[in-house]
T-cell receptor, first 117, second 113 residues
Framework: GAVVSQHPSWVICKSGTSVKIECRSL??????MFWYRQFPKQSLMLMAT?????????EQGVEKDKFLINHASLTLSTLTVTSAHPEDSSFYIC?????????????FGSGTQLSVL | DQQVKQNSPSLSVQEGRISILNCDYT??????FLWYKKYPAEGPTFLIS?????DKNEDGRFTVFLNKSAKHLSLHIVPSQPGDSAVYFC????????????FGPGTRLSVLP
């Protein structure tokens, strides 16, 4: 199946710094990618929809100035957590929409565990 | 208001027996459903899908059943194996893919040896 690479898998940063997470579709082009957040023992919560060449669409309650999303190419979307604080510590996951053949239409990255000290 | 519900947060099953994970939805516009499996600190991996034109889809040990009138789907794993221990999410979509996928809260399956 198609592959989505997410990097880094783990990051620890100081409060007030910014962290960039990359999401790449390795063998297909993804016009649309998605960013999720998961707190322990909770479901995946969609944060935003990233569209190549246009502004991201944020879900209600997600601060777009804090979670900057850039989808500059058909294979790369980035999420930047700006001025991170301990409450931003979470597991962030991206996915890419696959428009080809087959039943699997959404491929996920392996996730990024962010810990803000 | 949760559109996709998985009312059992956890489930324990003996190895070799059947695991049944349930999912209910409220939006009658949903017409495509998927099950994902997730290990801790990893991204979800796709298991199986079903569209509303079917009531059953089978792939190896995994079978998904869809009851549209009851707005209910279930994932059957048989026989269950210890490696199946993970959190299982069902997700539903209406028409377009991706942005319309709504995830349930997940069910943690533990398969006991």
């Amino acid at each position: 199946g198609a592959v989505v690479s997410q990097h880094p898998s783990w990051v620890i940063c100081k409060s007030g710094t910014s962290v960039k997470i990359e999401c790449r579709s390795l063998d297909f082009q993804a016009t649309t990618m998605f960013w999720y957040r998961q707190f322990p023992k909770q479901s995946l919560m969609l944060m935003a929809t990233s569209n190549e060449g246009s502004k991201a669409t944020y879900e209600q309650g997600v601060e777009k100035d804090k979670f900057l999303i850039n989808h500059a190419s058909l294979t790369l979307s980035t999420l930047t957590v700006t001025s991170a604080h301990p409450e931003d510590s979470s597991f962030y996951i991206c996915s890419a929409e696959y428009m080809g053949q087959g039943n699997e239409k959404l491929f996920f990255g392996s996730g990024t565990q962010l810990s803000v000290l | 208001d949760q559109q996709v519900k998985q009312n059992s947060p956890s489930l324990s099953v003996q190895e070799g027996r059947i695991s049944i994970l349930n999912c209910d939805y409220t939006n009658s516009m949903f017409d495509y459903f998927l099950w994902y499996k997730k290990y801790p600190a990893e991204g979800p991996t796709f298991l199986i899908s079903i569209s509303s034109i079917k009531d059953k889809n089978e792939d190896g040990r995994f079978t998904v059943f869809l009851n549209k009138s009851a707005k209910h789907l279930s994932l059957h794993i048989v026989p269950s194996q210890p490696g199946d221990s993970a959190v299982y999410f069902c997700a539903a979509s209406a028409g377009n893919y991706g942005q319309n996928f709504v995830f349930g809260p997940g069910t943690r399956l533990s398969v006991l040896p």
